[in-house]
């Protein structure tokens, strides 16, 4: 399944839970032909599912980056407000 094209060894290795370096080492012992491989057909919904997960988790990254982007945005903007109005205190005249 880590070979097909777009799905990525973390991906694989999260779905079959096991370590992504686990599934690396095993892939590096059958490239050097220390473990042999069989040809194993993969469910093309399990194929699907992998590719889906990886496309979920960098829109989720995304989401993140940009959810922390918009708190800074909203704290500096607060700030400068409360840095330019004038205080309750100071702008009140004495009555007389």
Do not use: C
Not at 1 to 20: E, F, K, T
Not at 55 to 75: G, S, T, W
């Amino acid at each position: 399944m880590s070979q097909l094209p777009g799905v990525a060894v973390q991906d694989v290795a999260a779905s079959l839970y096991i370590h992504p370096f686990m599934l690396s080492r095993w892939r590096k012992q059958a490239r050097e032909g220390e473990i042999m491989t069989k040809g194993v057909t993969v469910d093309p919904a399990v194929s699907a599912e992998l590719k889906e997960l990886r496309r979920v988790k960098k829109a989720y990254e995304q989401l993140k980056i940009e959810h922390d982007v918009l708190k800074k945005a909203i704290a500096f903007t607060s700030a400068r407000k409360a840095n330019a109005l004038p205080s309750s205190s100071s702008s009140r005249k004495p009555s007389r």
